[in-house]
């Protein structure tokens, strides 16, 4: 049924019309720029996510389980302001990221999660695969 679904359907608008034409001079900057590096390992019994946040403490990540959906994300907002004789110099420094993974085939309640160095590290141990039952019907 899916493939009969037109996802990626856009009208013929100048607003379209224009943000292609911006996508394909600059580059879909948006996906560079909202989402980290991640690798994901498989460990036998456990998946092993590494996640990429160098500047960030760890009080500025969260991560997030809803239903089959976890959601890492990361903000941190600085500000600094120098007084000097006669100037005053302000910078200020804004960063967020999110990322979400299907986690249908995880233990959701042993999750675990450990942040060293600037890499997150999320071990997610998998559900035991459950064969189907099969059973066989008398015929009367």
């Given at each position: 049924m899916?493939?009969?679904?037109?996802?990626?359907?856009?009208?013929?608008t100048?607003?379209?019309?224009?943000?292609?034409?911006e996508?394909?001079?600059?580059?879909?900057?948006?996906?560079?720029?909202?989402?980290?590096?991640?690798?994901?390992?498989?460990d036998?019994?456990?998946?092993?996510?590494?996640?990429e946040?160098?500047?960030?403490?760890?009080e500025?990540?969260?991560?997030?389980?809803?239903?089959?959906?976890l959601?890492v994300?990361?903000?941190?907002n600085?500000?600094?302001?120098?007084?000097?004789?006669?100037?005053?110099?302000?910078?200020?420094?804004?960063?967020?990221?999110?990322?979400t993974?299907d986690?249908?085939?995880?233990?959701?309640?042993e999750?675990?999660?450990?942040?060293?160095?600037g890499?997150?590290?999320?071990?997610?141990?998998?559900?035991?695969a459950?064969?189907?039952?099969?059973?066989?019907?008398?015929?009367?």
């Open positions: 899916f493939d009969l679904v037109p996802f990626a359907r856009r009208e013929n100048l607003f379209n019309y224009l943000d292609n034409m996508k394909n001079f600059f580059g879909d900057m948006s996906q560079d720029f909202s989402s980290f590096r991640t690798d994901v390992i498989d036998g019994s456990q998946f092993i996510l590494k996640a946040l160098p500047g960030f403490k760890k500025d990540i969260k991560i997030d389980i809803e239903g089959d959906t959601t994300s990361a903000e941190h600085d500000e600094t302001e120098e007084k000097k004789d006669n100037y005053i110099r302000r910078e200020r420094r804004y960063g967020s990221f999110a990322r993974f986690i249908g085939n995880i233990k959701a309640d999750i675990s999660a450990d942040y060293s160095d890499i997150l590290s999320l071990n997610l141990p998998k559900l035991e459950k064969s189907p039952e099969t059973r066989r019907i008398d015929i009367k």
